[in-house]
């Protein structure tokens, strides 16, 4: 297998069922790669949130731009560049952007991320 390299501007932008703004990276089951994860890159505006949702896998958010409040159960963090926040399996979580700027940031999913296991809260 040869490097595999992909430009966020070059992956279709969707809207997710948490009303982040996706754009898939890569997953596992999208390709021939030998990782079991999905890598998206998420953009929230500012004075917006994500829904509240959960998910059966295990995430991690990687912030790259903005600040926003990490909420996951009944705990609230700030986030902002540098950060990585840990979600634990079905555990209620949203993110809100308290920035004047987008939040950005990559979405990390072990096992890779499919509709059926997430839930709108």
């Known amino acids: 297998m040869s490097i ?5 501007q ?6 997710a069922g948490d009303d982040s703004l996706l754009r898939e990276l890569f997953h596992a089951h999208k ?3 030998s990782f079991h994860y999905s890598l998206a890159h998420a953009v929230v ?3 917006k949130r994500t829904k509240r949702h959960q998910i059966r896998f295990s995430e991690v958010y990687y912030v790259l731009e903005g600040w926003g409040m ?5 705990e ?7 950060c990585a926040a840990y979600i634990p399996p079905f555990a209620q979580q949203y993110i809100e952007n308290i920035g004047k700027v987008d939040l950005k940031f990559l979405c990390i999913v072990d096992p890779a991320w499919k509709p059926e296991a997430e839930k709108i809260l």
């Open 10 to 15: 070059k992956c279709k932008e969707f809207a």
């Open 70 to 74: 990490m909420h996951v159960g009944h």
């Open 45 to 47: 505006a500012p004075g």
């Open 76 to 82: 609230i963090k700030k986030v902002y560049p540098g």
């Open 31 to 33: 390709g021939d790669f």
């Open 4 to 8: 595999v390299v992909r430009d966020v």
